[in-house]
């Protein structure tokens, strides 16, 4: 049975650091596009980064750049997400997510995303 499973969240102060995982079962990771994704309350889901099966990087929210990065081991068929210099506007519930429908590469289409795991909360507050 394919899964994603988040983990790595939790309640951090502002300019601390969190790095999420995201390990499948069920299937290999290396063929696909991983994103993550996050959801503030109230608002809609958005991208955050992508890394694509050869691991090339697209970031889909300025408000992350120099401060996430995106990364995956085959070995272990996970993705994770370094989350520095966090700040309370980045609080939300943190989701993963396989693209399906152009191979390997990252899209910037949110419905592309058809397999998501069940999301870790990320919370930064003083």
């Known amino acids: 049975q394919l899964q994603l499973v988040e983990s790595g969240g939790g309640l951090v102060q502002p300019g601390g650091s969190l790095r999420l995982s995201c390990e499948a079962s069920?299937?290999?990771?290396?063929?696909?596009?991983i994103g993550w994704f996050r959801q503030a309350p109230g608002k809609e889901r958005e991208g955050v980064l992508c890394i694509s099966a050869r691991g090339g990087r697209t970031n889909f929210a300025d408000s992350v750049k120099d401060r996430f990065t995106i990364s995956r081991d085959n070995a272990k068929n996970t993705v994770f997400l370094q989350m520095n210099s966090l700040k309370p506007e980045d609080t939300a519930v943190y989701y993963c997510a396989v693209q399906r429908r152009t191979f390997g590469y990252c899209s910037d289409n949110i419905n592309n995303y058809v397999d998501w795991g069940q999301g870790t909360q990320v919370t930064v507050s003083s």
């Open positions: 069920g299937f290999t990771l290396d063929y696909y596009a």
